[in-house]
């Protein structure tokens, strides 16, 4: 049936394919969204935008998925869906961050966590943590604000059971003891760090 339920589907179909075969994932993401339009289902039409830039950016094209990521951010913002809006926001800067501007890298996820703390989204919270930590961590004159955010990030990571999250936080705050000479509190950290890498995917 050309329902809203097959326009998640095809979503869901997409999102399961945008890691391994990209190119595949895009063509799902299309239907979806072509579909979305036909039934004017707004919330699909931004999460279909969604799917669409995320094939680009496993393909390494930012160009596109910036366009595609904004496209939706406006959809979400345009229904007041405020979990869309914070992942949008996340995403954005996570396309900033990898293509080194630090500076509006920062200020999509400082926006996203202030959404995330909005709606109580614990895993947001923790996303836009640990990549604010992971922009700060960029330069050693800014490793206590990367300190700052891992330490706050790490304990939420740990509760939500998200090894990605643990790992990275913890493999980050042992290198910035490390670099400060205190190799005891390094070692902690980066045992727990492989820990939870070994538990994750």
Known sequence: KEDTLKVNTMIALSGSLVRTDAKEALIH???????ADKLAFERGQAYA???IGMGYYFQGNYIETLLFWEQSLEIFQSINDKLGIANMLN????????EG?????????L???KVSEEIGDKLRIATALVNIGAVY?????????????YLKALPLSEELGDHDAI??????????????????SALIYFEKALDAYKKSE
């Open 29 to 35: 993401a299309n239907k979806a969204k072509e579909l």
């Open 49 to 51: 935008l969604k799917s």
């Open 111 to 113: 926006e996203s966590l």
């Open 137 to 149: 961590f960029n330069k050693k004159a800014t490793h206590d604000r990367a300190l700052e955010y």
């Open 167 to 184: 790992g990275t936080s913890a493999v980050n705050t042992g290198e910035i003891y490390l670099a400060r000479g205190d190799d005891k």
């Open 91 to 98: 995403n954005l800067g996570a396309v900033n961050f990898n």
């Open 101 to 109: 501007d630090d500076e509006k890298a920062i200020q999509f996820y």
